[in-house]
């Protein structure tokens, strides 16, 4: 029954799923006869969630390629494309990464 319950905890962090909801599931399973409208909540908030960091994800990979795109071939890191933009960005100016917009706009994509 131990060795169910690690796996079943296991698989939950397989998921992602924060502990404090792979507690509630493990609550939930302690009793078999409530209601599991709690379960289809928690697995909703929880794949909403998911789907935010994938936007996010999408997003930070867009703005890596433009910021990619600002430096080919072989050059000299006082010609590269990709520092003068972060440089740019450190003082404030926009960069190619976030449509020209300072780096504090809400442009900025944040991981969580």
Known sequence: AHLERLAFIRHCRALDMPLADVQRLLHLLDHPL??????????N?????????????????RQLEQLRGRCHGRHTTAECGILHELVAAA?????????????NSPEVIEIS
């Open 45 to 61: 908030t929880h794949l909403a969630h998911v789907q935010g960091r994938l936007q996010s994800l999408q997003a930070l990979a």
């Open 91 to 103: 003082q404030g100016e926009g960069c190619v990464c976030h449509d020209g917009s300072a780096p």
């Open 34 to 43: 409530d209601d599991c409208l709690d379960v289809d909540r928690l697995i």
